[in-house]
């Protein structure tokens, strides 16, 4: 199993955000597939932002619910993040993580994709 995120190199303040995390090796649809997002921004810790089930139910952050969105694409296998007009505290190494079961409890991680905020 394989995640693989990607994105924009560079996001402008205002600008909406968009990454895909394309999975290879598991179907979105598996029963208790869930796939996280987790950002981790420059000097912090590691935040756990949302995730999207095999139902394609989604869950988030209570910070983040209002400026993020979790989509998926079964045809593709891929799940996208959206985060709505960005502000500098967006600039982070983003990455989406996989498990059965529990969102937190992640088995399988993207390499990552790190993404400046900038104008």
């Known amino acids: 199993v394989q995640l693989q995120e990607s994105g924009p190199g560079l996001v402008k303040p205002s600008q909406t955000l968009s990454l895909t995390c394309t999975i290879s090796?598991?179907?979105?649809?598996?029963?208790?597939?869930?796939v996280s997002w987790i950002r981790q921004p420059p000097g912090k810790g590691l935040e756990w932002m949302g995730a999207i089930t095999w139902t394609g139910g989604t869950f988030y952050a209570s910070s983040l619910k209002r400026r993020t969105s979790i989509s998926r694409d079964t045809a593709k296998n891929q799940v996208t993040l959206e985060w709505n007009a960005v502000t500098p505290d967006a600039a982070a190494m983003y990455y989406c993580?996989?498990?059965?079961?529990?969102?937190?409890?992640?088995?399988?991680w993207g390499q990552g994709i790190l993404v400046p905020v900038s104008s």
């Open positions: 993580g996989s498990a059965f079961g529990s969102p937190g409890d992640l088995e399988v």
């Open positions: 090796g598991d179907a979105l649809t598996t029963n208790y597939y869930i």
